[in-house]
Nanobody, 116 residues
Framework: QVQLVESGGGLVQAGGSLRLSCAAS????????MGWYRQAPGKQRELVAS???????NYADSVKGRFTISRDNAKNTVYLHMNNLKPEDTAVYYC??????????WGQGTQVTVSS
């Protein structure tokens, strides 16, 4: 089992920045990949960014060049640095972890609201 606790969401103006954090209950070395998904009202949950155990990042086209995913294995934490935020980035952001048995774990979600 992996418990994930997100923090860092909030309200920001367009063009602003936020950093989301996701703390895992066990070592991130035991987790194959971690990522951030988001779900806007009336839309399906979509992948925003993911990072492998080796540190390789993968991004949705809509956030490339604006968002950066990183991990601090000493703190068992993954971050999503979001710059140049747009109103269309407004959503609930969920942290996800996949272990080496391909079990998926989810955080409770954190709201990000970008005003125009």
């Amino acid at each position: 089992q992996v418990q994930l606790v997100e923090s860092g969401g909030g309200l920001v103006q367009a063009g602003g920045s936020l950093r989301l954090s996701c703390a895992a209950s066990r070592s991130t070395f035991s987790i194959k990949a971690m990522g951030w998904y988001r779900q806007a009202p009336g839309k399906q949950r979509e992948l925003v960014a993911s990072i492998s155990s080796g540190g390789r990042g993968n991004y949705a086209d809509s956030v490339k060049g604006r968002f950066t995913i990183s991990r601090d294995n000493a703190k068992n934490t993954v971050y999503l640095h979001m710059n140049n935020l747009k109103p269309e980035d407004t959503a609930v952001y969920y942290c996800n972890a996949v272990d080496w048995y391909n079990h998926n774990y989810w955080g409770q979600g954190t709201q990000v609201t970008v005003s125009s």
